[in-house]
C-alpha cells in the first residue's frame, strides 16, 4: 500500500554537492518519522539524519554541518541537501518512513530502494 523512492543519486567530485528526495505514494493515514541511511562499501546501514512529523531533527556527527534534511508537500516528500560531500559518504542511500497505514493502527516502517551517492575524483 505504501511505495517511496527515492531519486537525485548520483556521481559528484569531493567537495561538490547532491540532492536527495524521497516520495511517499500510496493510501496511509500519516508519516510519523521520516529519515535517510546508508550504507557503505563493506559497511553496514548507518543513520544518516531523521526528521520527527514535529520537525525534530537528528544527524550522524559525521555529517553534521554538512548535510540538511527537510520535508515537503505536505510532510509526504523528504529531502537530503548534501554540501561538501567526502569520499567516505560514497554509499547507497536509502529513504525511510514511519507510516501509519489507517487511523488507529500501529505504524509500520517502510524502505525505499536506496539510490547510489559516489563521490570521487
Known amino acids: 500500500q505504501v511505495q517511496l523512492v527515492e531519486s537525485g543519486g548520483g556521481l559528484v567530485l569531493p567537495g561538490g554537492s547532491l540532492r536527495l528526495s524521497c516520495a511517499a505514494s500510496g493510501t496511509f493515514f500519516n508519516i510519523q518519522d521520516m529519515g535517510w541511511y546508508r550504507q557503505g562499501p563493506g559497511k553496514q546501514r548507518e543513520l544518516v539524519a531523521r526528521?520527527?512529523?514535529?520537525?525534530?531533527?537528528t544527524y550522524a556527527e559525521s555529517v553534521r554541518g554538512r548535510f540538511t534534511i527537510s520535508r515537503h508537500n505536505a510532510e509526504n516528500t523528504v529531502s537530503l541537501q548534501m554540501d561538501i560531500l567526502k569520499v567516505e559518504d560514497t554509499a547507497v542511500y536509502y529513504c525511510t518512513a514511519d507510516v501509519i497505514p489507517a487511523m488507529w493502527s500501529a505504524s509500520s516502517q517502510y524502505w525505499g530502494q536506496g539510490t547510489q551517492v559516489t563521490v570521487s575524483a
Open positions: 526528521v520527527t512529523r514535529g520537525g525534530r531533527i
